[in-house]
């Protein structure tokens, strides 16, 4: 039978205590569902209560459940703390340390009785001289009284030994008792917490459960992505990092791990009155209601110097005694959620400009970094080494420019930068030197050319469509209002779907211990790897995993760290996986593989009258295979596109052919590389203009 826990009650003595441990719990995005259940004998009625529960428990949501029984009644009092007693705390120091004193003195002094009755035992009485004269010659009774003062002494120091031992075994009693006080006193005395009792009717063995809702829990996802080229597949595993500071230890629990979100109930809505012969027609009006998560509370930028007081001294000194682990601290009054990871907001841009023949690093390039939203620019200059690093700006898409005399400006747009990461974005500048001026127009490459550490995007095609008309009428009214969500937590990144997770073993996570992994799903997915070139940016070549519909059941998104082989390749942001989604993966530079691009120009004038000037750009591009091996290559090039009318662009010929995309002039081929070979590329087109127009890139 089920009995909610209904309002507040100030009684007295709730009854007698009933073991109840955590047994599982159900963590969600910033909150947990805490199931402690035990098990006694009931004949007729029996009044029992449960373990005190933290200050932070929903006292709404308690909920008590018996088997083999009914539950006619719950009792909820709020408890209030008591007053930390320095007298106790001191008696209590004193008593602990003269009881070690003593069960010291006692293995002291059982240590010097077994060495002595080790010693004894080893003698052994001997006949002074040989033969039967000798022999003859000694009495009886000596042999007697030495024979009666090793057992007599013997048997004395075996009654002092069972003696000290008894006196051991009552000091530990002791001893474990003091120590239970001074852990609570150290760790929760003077805090205020939640009593919950029951009262129970029937006969025979019965289970009870108590269930609740308490604040101070989260889970975030994370993913291993590991790439086994022998096999040509990805190994995947999905972990949860839970953390908790409930005021409590789940100890031997089920940890569930939840992408939904909990409510409790709330009120059925009423009608309203409504008469016939009113001149305005009956619209009803529904009550504004909004849900959110609280999202977790942040460290603060600066932590405050606290001073040591006398409480926490004692508080100290108990927890030691008790045998609390090093570095343990009390309690605080009023703990806090430490600030999940991936929440500080800013986050780090670095990396290396080189010059694009010489290979070589270019020292004062001005990087300068923008945002539309954001006032002002950042800017830095690149060293001796070519490095540059822009950090501590916040989490935004960034557009980054690079500017040095004698060589070509560069920008790099769509640079999502993430919370808490760095980004790697490599570069090389163009000399001012080169003939070769066409204007190229178009979004750079989707994987970043520049670094494998980039927060990619993954996109599994999972979008949410607004499929109903307008003109419905089932439009929200105007004081509704959407819930609001944490972005990291696992309610937003689950795609509306709700999804449970539960950990394979037991598990224990003790309260504002610091965060755990739990591994939750692991499996095998078939991967479909290439390499990527853009020979007119870089030499190049990107491996791209390519993945089609992998995940057997519907994964939420999070973060996730690649790997091929053993060595990392960086990191990746996942979205919602569906079964039957397809989406790619950066891996890394193949240093292996370095691509070769050769442009020849001819100029020609034609016409008569109105001179026009033609340039016919023949553009080579070689692609090696060092590997025994078949290689998939995805090459990828561009054609100028026309901003102005009087210049004309034409692509002439393409071998193996190729047709440009109109709105960005993108050219790509998929080749299969031989082994240990090479695939030549080449192209063709003519760029016409006015005689005198001067070409630029933009």
Known sequence: MLILGLGLMAVGVLGASLDAPVTSVTVYSDQAQVVRSGSLT?????????????KNVDTDSIRVEAEGAEVSHVDVRIVKGESFSHDEARKLIARLEDVDVALARIAAERNVHHIQIEALRRIRPTVPGDGEAARAQTSPSNWSTA????????????????????????????????????????????????????????????????????????????????????????????YGRVSQETGEDWEGARLTLSTALPSNATAMPKLSTWKLGVRERFIPTPHPHQESIRPAQGAPDSQPKVTASADQALRAQLLL????????????????????PREKGRGTILGTVTDAQSRKPLADVVVIATAPSLEGDYLTVTNAKGEYLISGIPADLYTLRFEREANKPYARSHIQLRPARTIRVNVELLSDSLRETIGINGRGPIIDVGSTMAGVNIDVGFAHKDSIPQDVGLSPPPAWRPPTFNPESPVAVAGGYNLTFTSRHRETLLSGKGERSLP????????????????????????VATLKGPARTVLPGGDASLFVGTDPAGSATLETLVPGGTFTL?????????????????????????????????????????????????????????????????????????????????????????????????????????????????
């Open 586 to 698: 950066p891996l890394g530079i193949d240093r292996e593989v370095r691509s070769a691009r050769n442009v020849r120009l001819v100029e020609a004038e034609k016409g008569f009258i109105s001179k026009e000037e033609v340039g016919t750009y023949e553009v080579t591009i070689e692609v090696p295979n060092p590997y025994p091996f078949p290689l998939a290559v995805r090459v990828m090039d561009q054609l100028p596109l026309n901003t102005d009318g009087k210049v004309e662009v034409a692509l002439v010929r393409a071998v193996p052919s190729v047709q440009p995309d109109t709105g960005t002039g993108k050219l790509q081929w998929n080749v299969t590389v031989p082994p240990s070979s090479k695939s030549t590329i080449a192209f063709q087109y003519t760029l016409s203009r006015p005689k005198g127009w001067r070409l630029f890139q933009k």
């Open 42 to 54: 009931v004949s007729g009625s029996r009044r029992v209560t449960f373990p005190r529960l933290p």
């Open 321 to 340: 005694l008790a045998g609390a682990q090093a570095g343990e601290q009390p309690a605080p009054t009023q703990p806090q959620a430490p600030e999940p």
């Open 520 to 543: 939750l799903v692991s499996e095998s997915w078939p991967v479909q790897v290439e390499r990527q070139v853009f020979p007119a940016l870089s030499q190049n070549a990107y491996l």
């Open 147 to 238: 024979a009666a003062f090793l057992v007599d002494n013997i048997a004395r120091l075996d009654a002092r030994m069972r003696e000290l031992e008894a006196q051991s075994e009552t000091l530990k009693k002791e001893q474990q008792q003091h120590k239970e006080r001074a852990s609570t006193l150290g760790k929760t005395f003077g805090e205020p917490g939640v009593e919950v009792g029951a009262t129970l009717t029937g006969n025979g063995a019965t289970k009870v459960t108590l269930t609740y809702l308490t604040t101070g829990a989260r889970w975030y996802p994370r993913y291993e992505l590991q790439l086994q080229p022998e096999s040509q597949r990805m190994q995947m595993a999905f």
